[in-house]
């Protein structure tokens, strides 16, 4: 099935479940996903889209949005044009560039950076922390939901790779975070009290990362 929407052809995903309700989705597969019941026509479909265009257009937005961020280089909360040439010898930045050799260059480079910078900041925030707490071990992975976790078992503090995007202050204060997880493992007042302690502005930092 197709529908079409301010001019632009999107196919449609139908899923039949026995269920009550009809659910409307559009995915980063630029395809629009449709759960219904069994019993449900093309032509009732077509009807419900049609009486949902603006939430449709909202989730083309948001997806399209998505998209370009993906496609877009963020290094310590700058964007940066990619430029590859066969005479680079390492990697350098200039001005709102970066140049490299080629792509694996590239990721070398961009992967001793997280290691690099995070062991850093965790370093330098772990010696400003009054509290007395033992310090974690620290790793670092790529997470889809979460931009770090401690784990009270095993005594350890992940950090997402992707924080490398942002600038030094969101990449502190998501330590800083963690860090007071030790003390307070919840979100109450005590645990933001220990957050706003090192990190007066955690607020602000949070809704930025939440954009």
Known sequence: MIYELDGIKYDVVIEKKNNKNLYIRVKSDMKIHVTCNYFVSKG???KV???NENA???MVKQINR???KNNKF???GHEYDIIISEDINEVKIIDNKIFAKNEKMLNKWYNNEIIRIFDERYVYVFNHFKENVKSPIL???NMKTRWGVYNRKNHTITLNSRLIEFDISKIDYVIIHELSHIL???HSKEFWGVVS???NNYKEIRKEMRE
């Open 74 to 76: 963020f290094y310590l």
């Open 44 to 46: 009732m479909i077509k």
């Open 139 to 141: 790793k670092i992975r």
């Open 66 to 68: 998505g998209i370009e």
């Open 56 to 58: 449709l257009r909202k």
């Open 197 to 199: 302690k090192y990190c």
């Open 49 to 51: 889209l049609d009486e």
């Open 184 to 186: 307070h493992f919840n």
